[in-house]
């Protein structure tokens, strides 16, 4: 198949990239050329900007394309409107578009909404510009399968929002772990993502889909971290109210951890519709041993991932909450 990948050379892409490829496919990017611009030497490579630069894309045709950048319903649009013949199109969109994460959200349920017009991407917007660009997706194409990813992890990872715990529990000691124990958490390992991408283009599958494991508790999370470490770690479970006062920092700074009810089921979504359409999981062990391995790599040590609890903070606050007995 000839496919055309929007990005392709950070993380979601770039594994979808080396998929395509070792699958025999012929690959093009579609980039400015700014990150990692010498991945791919066999794949075409077509410079531009998708706000405003798109003459590289102008009446070419592709058996599939993959949107893995697509933020703004106008820039998506235009996307859509530089491109000739499309097979396929694959909109790479995330679980953030739910109006409602107090409960547990399908595909069905609705999406949010903005209260005025906008283009600027935040914590607030996100979601809702999201939501947009599917509908734009779907105005161009009725068959698009449309991807609502939860926390994507593995290897590549530039943010560290799972890449923390594999790496933290593994340094061993006291690790501050966010109560309850048995909370739930839910990821998506990147490799196993941009497999289904993939079959989904070859296969023509269609529709809108939550794209993440079946939830799993924090405390097994965790222990899979200090088996595939090999790591003495000991857990000091914090309740949330003390975490809240010492000013920890949901999802970013302690990451998978949620307690504003607004968004508790956010780690509750779900898979359902995408396990039965081919979406294969593979254990937990595995993606924290592959993503521990990346972080000691080389590369993976050159990333410094805006997500994490710093250490010396955390030591803070652990003696804060030990002290009181």
Known sequence: ?????????VFLGRHVADAALARGHELTLFNRGRTNAEL?????????????????????????????????????????????EVGHYTFVSSISVYADLSQPPTESSPVGTLDRETEEVDGETYGPLKALCEAAVRER????????PGLISGPWDPTGRFTYWPVRVAEGGQVLAPAPPDAPAQIVDVRDLAEW????????????????????????????CRSVG??????????????????????????????????????????SAALANGLRIRPLEQTVADTLDWARSEEGSEVKPPAGLDRAKERLVLDSWLSKG
């Open 141 to 148: 194409f009725a068959d698009a399968f449309l991807v609502r």
């Open 1 to 9: 198949m000839r496919i055309l990948i929007l990005g392709g050379t």
């Open 40 to 84: 791919f030497p066999d794949a075409e490579k077509l410079r531009g900007d998708r706000d405003g630069d798109l003459g590289a894309l102008a009446g070419r045709a592709f058996d599939a394309v993959v949107d893995t950048s697509g933020y703004v319903p106008r820039i998506v649009r235009e996307t859509l409107d530089a491109l000739d």
């Open 197 to 224: 991408i993939l079959d989904a283009a070859e296969s023509r599958l269609a529709g809108t889909y939550n794209a993440i494991c079946e939830p799993f508790s924090f405390e097994r999370l965790l222990h899979a």
């Open 230 to 271: 090999d790591s003495d770690a000991d857990f000091v479970w914090v309740d949330p109210e003390f975490l809240a006062e010492q000013e920890v920092g949901e999802w970013m700074e302690l990451p998978l951890w949620i307690s504003d009810p607004a968004f508790a089921r956010m780690l509750g979504v779900d898979p």
